[in-house]
């Protein structure tokens, strides 16, 4: 069983909202609780970036420059599950987004490096 398993990715026109989840399993779930949960993403011919972060208990939300005040990170531990909700999109929000649990506090989450597991990525595509 996949430790991270993302969904919710589609197609959205610009000005759009679109939620995005990732479920935990195995021993990613079995220590869910007690980690950082992050989203990452990565256009094509770019670089992977941050986009947001909660910490393990909930709280402590740090977002990426470019999406802070339209995307909201949430964390549901008793079902192991950690939401994106995404607002105002834009053409340049079209990316795969990949969940990942990492020991980092959230403030220090956009080490990709010290990510402890990744899930497989979900697409997310913005029309103009």
């Known amino acids: 069983q996949a430790p991270l398993v993302e969904s919710g990715g589609g197609l959205v026109q610009a000005g759009g909202s679109l939620t995005l989840s990732c479920t935990a399993s195995?021993?990613?779930?079995?220590?869910?609780?007690?980690?950082?949960m992050a989203w990452f993403r990565q256009a094509p011919g770019k670089e992977r970036t941050f986009v947001a972060a909660?910490?393990?208990?909930?709280?402590?939300?740090t977002y990426g420059d470019s999406v802070q005040g339209r995307f909201t990170i949430s964390r549901d531990n008793a079902k192991n599950t950690v939401t994106l909700q995404m607002n105002s999109l834009k053409p340049e929000d079209t990316a795969v987004y990949y969940c990942?649990?990492?020991?980092?506090?959230?403030?220090?989450?956009?080490?990709?490096?010290?990510?402890?597991?990744w899930g497989k990525g979900t697409l997310v595509t913005v029309s103009p």
């Open positions: 195995a021993v990613a779930g079995h220590i869910f609780s007690t980690y950082t």
């Open positions: 909660i910490s393990r208990g909930g709280g402590g939300e």
């Open positions: 990942a649990q990492t020991p980092r506090p959230s403030t220090a989450a956009g080490n990709s490096r010290a990510v402890l597991y």
